[in-house]
């Protein structure tokens, strides 16, 4: 009778068990005063809030036509790659002309600045990031250290000599330089860079650029992703469904993509001419916040 009851004991914990995991492993609702959103007036449609989908599975590989090759991809809109940064909700609806706030890339925005690096937003701080923002075209420029900011300041930093680092491999043949760390790619031969660098956006938490050796399989201009009928323009696969290929919006989303590594068009374009079939992508680093 005693060994009865305590198996009807422990089979009664054990079925709550998957309930409180469960409670404990849902998400807390986002808090508004930390939320960040491009820093635009509300009401009014931006196409480059939207994070434009990929490709997740393999494409079907054919020969494209000469016809179809003919045809360039459509423009993108007017704005569509402006420097936007996202800043918290309250900041836009208060109208701050210089943020008392810690942006998220606060201790390396400080350091690119040569700051104290303490990680703490400060008048000075402020100051100096306006600053920086205002000089790069950035906007709203309320010395708010987010991801614009940050993605500016490694792009600038790296035009001088990308590989500074000596992360991307020297081969005596074409190499396409996927850096997740800074989010920069490049394409060098030997020493020399032929192509970029330029800003990127690679893959997500859920859906991360697989790191290593890659080659380029197949490219088609006028790619539209299977999975979501969305436009990839200038896509060049190199690893499955990943691939380089264009977006019509920001690349500086909070969220990464789904594996593939997004470019502008104008650079999604250069780099279609730069790559061929058969040339070498090496991936490597982590993006920020995966």
């Known amino acids: 009778m005693i060994r009865t009851r305590v198996v009807a004991v ?21 808090d508004p005063e930390t939320r960040l959103v491009p820093g635009v007036p509300p009401g009014v ?7 434009t989908p990929d490709q997740a599975l393999p494409p079907t590989v054919y020969e494209p036509s000469a016809a179809e090759d003919a045809v360039e991809p459509r423009d993108a809109a007017p704005g569509a790659y402006a420097p936007v940064e996202y800043v918290p909700l309250t900041e836009i ?5 210089c943020t008392k706030r810690t942006g998220p890339y606060q201790r390396a925005v400080e350091r690119w600045l040569k700051l ?15 600053a920086f923002q205002r000089a790069q075209g950035i906007t709203p420029a309320i010395g708010f250290a987010g991801p614009v900011t940050w993605a500016r300041m490694q792009l600038v930093a790296a035009r001088g000599n990308p590989n500074a680092g000596k992360k991307c491999p020297v081969r005596s043949y074409r190499v396409a330089c996927v850096d997740l760390d800074r989010q920069l790619t490049w394409v060098q031969k030997g020493t020399k860079v032929v192509f970029g660098p330029v800003s990127m956006r ?6 991360p650029t697989r790191k290593g050796w890659h080659t380029i399989y197949w490219r088609h201009k006028n790619h539209v992703s299977s999975l979501y009928g969305t ?9 499955g469904g990943e691939a380089f290929h264009a977006v019509y919006g920001t690349l500086h989303t909070v969220i ?10 104008g650079d999604a374009r250069t780099l279609w001419g730069v790559l061929k079939k058969g040339d070498r992508v090496y991936v490597w680093g982590r993006r920020p916040g995966t």
Request: aromatic share 6%; net charge positive.
């Open 10 to 30: 422990v089979l009664a914990v054990a079925s709550l068990l998957p309930l409180a995991s469960s409670a404990r492993a849902a998400p807390a609702p986002p």
């Open 45 to 51: 449609y931006r196409p480059w809030q939207i994070d």
């Open 93 to 97: 609806v208060s109208r701050t002309a």
């Open 116 to 130: 104290a690096a303490d990680g703490k937003q400060s008048a000075a701080d402020c100051k100096a990031i306006r």
């Open 202 to 207: 690679s893959g997500r938490v859920a859906h």
């Open 231 to 239: 436009p990839m323009p200038y896509a060049q696969f190199f690893d």
């Open 256 to 265: 990464g993509s789904m594996g593939c590594v997004n470019l502008t068009l």
